[in-house]
């Protein structure tokens, strides 16, 4: 089964500069992945999918300060995020599914989360 291992996370001050890394084990072909994040009290966000073939699709409330990538020869993908604001604090996780993974209902498998908090 697939397995999904976030890192990257911490405390960061206002305006600051953080990138997540995830790691996939036994990623089928044709997978997508995202990043989702998740604020205390609020439902689970979509931030941003990067597709099998390199195609990235962004939330648009991140997409002018979050960026996707990914080595498909290590089975990683990234999240860089610029210019962080105290809205952005959450847990963020990893996620991967078969097709349009920026549906909530579409993913699959879930990484355990990492956590951010930005801070002023």
């Known amino acids: 089964q697939v397995q999904l291992v976030e890192s990257g996370g911490g405390s960061v001050q206002v305006g600051g500069s953080l990138t997540l890394s995830c790691e996939a084990s036994?990623?089928?072909?044709?997978?997508?992945m995202a990043w989702y994040r998740q604020a205390s009290g609020k439902e689970r966000e979509a931030l941003a999918e990067i597709t099998y073939d390199g195609k990235q699709n962004y939330a648009t409330s991140v997409q002018s300060r979050f960026s996707i990538s990914k080595d498909s020869a290590a089975n990683r993908i990234y999240l860089k995020m610029n210019d962080l604001k105290p809205e952005d604090t959450a847990m963020y996780y990893c996620?991967?599914?078969?097709?349009?993974?920026?549906?909530?209902?579409?993913?699959?498998?879930w990484g355990q989360g990492t956590q951010i908090t930005v801070s002023s």
């Open positions: 996620a991967t599914g078969d097709e349009r993974c920026l549906v909530l209902r579409k993913i699959r498998t």
């Open positions: 036994r990623l089928p072909y044709g997978s997508c």
